[in-house]
Each structure stands twice: as structure tokens, then as C-alpha cells.
């Protein structure tokens, strides 16, 4: 049972490059979730979804997209990568009011 | 918006000695939820309080929710190496919908 997965772990990008990070989950969640984490920054919400085809804003959205084709899956992309996109990125999977179930991040450096 | 304050930010104790952090919202909440994060890791949920006043256990974790539903606190007594992580709390949105703000954590470091 792997639970969330992400991938990639770990990756580094230019200023101005795209790329796409996946979250895979096998928990059959209703809701899934990506945040960052800063440094002294707690964990913000980018985007969530309530469901299969569903999306919508978090604290922190500029910048970044998300689609759940799937339900099992939810992609977050980065058109045009910027420095302050430089973080660590969790995806967590959860239903309704029960705990959040979190993948093992993403370290993301943009230079 | 909601806000949701974390206090201390950091916390050095001996071995041994005993820790708290709270949690202050600026709105009533539905439920709070705790988290545990090691250094390297990821969150790792810790419990849910929902009622009033309610008061829980785990082994030498005491979790605290306030009677106006607006704070929460996190005890733990005889702290030992294997407590050092950050906590969070994390409440659900005042929208209603299940989408939850975390506050900014407290970082524990356990001295031996």
C-alpha cells in the first residue's frame, strides 16, 4: 500500500522553464491537496481538489496550475518557473473532515 | 481572512523537561487538527479535537481544545529525544469547505 507518492523528489529547474510534479495516491480520497513549505512559513495551500474533474484556489495560487483528470491523481504545473517558486512541495490526500495523509515532498530549486 | 497563530516558534528544552504549544485562531472553529513533522519529513497527523473543552490523550501528549473553540494547546510532559520535529496545527476554513489552514509551527529541539 504506498499511500501518496510524488514524484519527482527532488528537481532542479532555470527561471523561466515548466514542469509538472505528480501525486499518486492509492487511499481513495475524495480530496487532495498541494501546499509549500517555506522556512518559518508553515505549510500554505496552493490549490485543492474536492473530487475527480474539481479545482480550486488556496492561499497561494499565482503562478501555478492543477488538474485532477483522475482521481487517484493530482498534477501541479509550473508554467514559467520563477526563484520564489523555490520550495519544498507536499500533495496530501484526505476525506472531507479526517486527517490529511501526506506524500514525502518535492525539493524544488529554481536558479 | 482567518489567521491562525502558532506560539512559541521554537522551543530548546533539556531532556526530561516539558513542552507546550499553542494554537490561537481568530475565528471559532469547527475542529483543530495536530501534526508532527520530523526534520526531513513530511507531516504526520497526530489527532483531532472537535467538542468544546475537549481533552485527549497519547501516552505523554496531552492535546487541549479551548471552551469558545478558538485555541488549542499541545503538552507534552518528560520530553525525550525522539519528540524533536515541528508541530502544527492545522484548523478547518471558516467557508465550510474541507480545506485546512495550518499555523506556522512550533520547532522543537530536545537537548540530552
Known amino acids: 500500500n504506498a499511500g501518496v507518492t510524488q514524484t519527482p523528489k527532488f528537481r532542479v529547474l532555470k527561471t523561466g522553464q515548466s514542469m509538472t510534479l505528480l501525486c499518486a495516491q492509492d487511499?481513495?480520497?475524495?480530496?487532495m491537496y498541494w501546499y509549500r513549505q517555506d522556512p518559518g512559513m508553515g505549510l500554505r495551500l496552493i490549490h485543492y481538489?474536492?473530487?475527480?474533474?474539481?479545482?480550486a484556489k488556496g492561499e497561494v495560487p499565482d503562478g501555478y496550475n492543477v488538474s485532477r483528470l483522475k482521481k487517484q491523481n493530482f498534477l501541479l504545473g509550473l508554467e514559467s518557473a520563477a526563484p520564489s517558486q523555490t520550495s519544498v512541495y507536499f500533495c496530501?490526500?484526505?476525506?472531507?473532515?479526517?486527517?490529511?495523509?501526506f506524500g514525502d515532498g518535492t525539493r524544488l530549486s529554481i536558479l | 481572512g482567518q489567521q491562525v497563530m502558532q506560539i512559541p516558534q521554537y522551543q530548546h528544552v533539556q531532556e526530561g523537561e516539558d513542552f507546550t504549544t499553542y494554537c490561537n485562531s481568530s475565528t471559532t472553529l469547527s475542529n483543530i487538527q495536530w501534526y508532527k513533522q520530523r526534520p526531513g519529513g513530511h507531516p504526520v497527523f497526530l489527532i483531532q479535537?472537535?467538542?468544546?473543552?475537549e481533552v485527549k490523550k497519547q501516552k505523554r501528549l496531552t492535546f487541549q481544545f479551548g471552551e469558545a473553540k478558538k485555541n488549542s494547546s499541545l503538552h507534552i510532559t518528560a520530553t525525550q529525544t525522539t519528540d524533536v520535529g515541528t508541530y502544527f496545527c492545522a484548523v478547518g476554513s471558516s467557508s465550510g469547505t474541507y480545506k485546512y489552514i495550518f499555523g506556522t509551527g512550533t520547532r522543537l529541539k530536545v537537548l540530552a
Open positions: 487511499m481513495n480520497h475524495e480530496y
Open positions: 479535537l472537535v467538542k468544546s473543552g
Open positions: 496530501a490526500g484526505g476525506q472531507g473532515s479526517q486527517p490529511q495523509h
Open positions: 481538489s474536492v473530487g475527480e474533474g474539481t479545482t
